[in-house]
């Protein structure tokens, strides 16, 4: 456990309706990621954030915005949400053992069904 | 652009038959490879980082090894608690040092038969 909730953990919605999704840990890490996990495909990253207010897109960021208020929270926001966008969501933080090897974990996943 | 590729997508063992998954990939310049654990419903657990070739890490009946194309999760004499989907993933050297992102490959199922 390293210390990552995920919320809700289970959503359903309707298409065209706002879902936010949050992420929180308890040990300030600097480095936070959003995944999403289809089957058929691996894990793919859809945004990152590299401190408070400092983010960047990954791969697959298209319909998806974050934020990143406190060191603890980061939260993935679809603006309006579509079929496409039904998925199982993961955040992982980065953790560094030295100063050159690092581990990244993961919460327990967030699934957003979207009808 | 990196790619990761695992095989086989789906494999069975009975209890104690031990084998090896493999994860082949492409990128221009590793700075990782990444094994990862994961149970139907959960998030992924963390199993190794491997950094260059040739170094080897174990835990209990696991053991990864890296080459300079590919990385290989042998199973020891394997128990049903290890049926689970093992990912393995990348991170390249121009992912750039401000993310660290990591290019993920799609998973061996692993089951195993008492």
């Known amino acids: 456990d390293a210390g990552i909730t995920q919320s809700p953990r289970h959503k359903v919605t309707e298409t065209g309706t706002p879902v936010t999704l949050r992420c929180h840990q308890t040990?300030?890490?600097?480095?936070m990621y959003w995944y999403r996990q289809d089957p058929g495909h691996g894990l793919r990253l859809i945004h990152y954030s590299y401190g408070v207010k400092d983010t960047d897109k990954g791969e697959v960021s298209d319909g998806y915005s974050v934020s990143r208020s406190k060191t603890e929270d980061f939260l993935l926001t679809l603006e309006s949400a579509t079929s496409s966008q039904t998925s199982v969501y993961f955040c992982?933080?980065?953790?560094?053992?030295?100063?050159?090897?690092?581990?990244?974990?993961f919460g327990p996943g967030t699934r957003l069904t979207v009808t | 652009e990196d790619q990761v590729t695992q095989s086989p997508e789906a494999l069975r063992l009975q209890e104690g038959e031990s084998s090896s998954l493999n994860c082949s990939y492409t990128v221009s310049g590793l700075r990782g490879l990444f094994w990862y654990r994961q149970d139907p419903g959960k998030g992924p657990e963390f199993l190794f980082t491997?950094?260059?070739a040739g170094e080897e890490k174990e835990k209990e009946r696991l053991k990864a090894t890296l080459t300079k194309k590919e990385s290989f999760l042998h199973i020891t004499a394997p128990k049903p608690e290890d049926s689970a989907t093992y990912l393995c993933?990348?991170?390249?050297?121009?992912?750039?040092?401000?993310?660290?992102?990591?290019?993920f490959g799609k998973g061996t199922k692993l089951s195993v038969i008492p």
């Open positions: 993933a990348v991170q390249a050297s121009e992912s750039g040092a401000g993310s660290y992102q990591l290019t």
């Open positions: 491997l950094y260059s």
């Open positions: 040990e300030n890490h600097r480095y």
């Open positions: 992982a933080i980065r953790v560094h053992k030295t100063a050159n090897s690092y581990e990244q974990y």
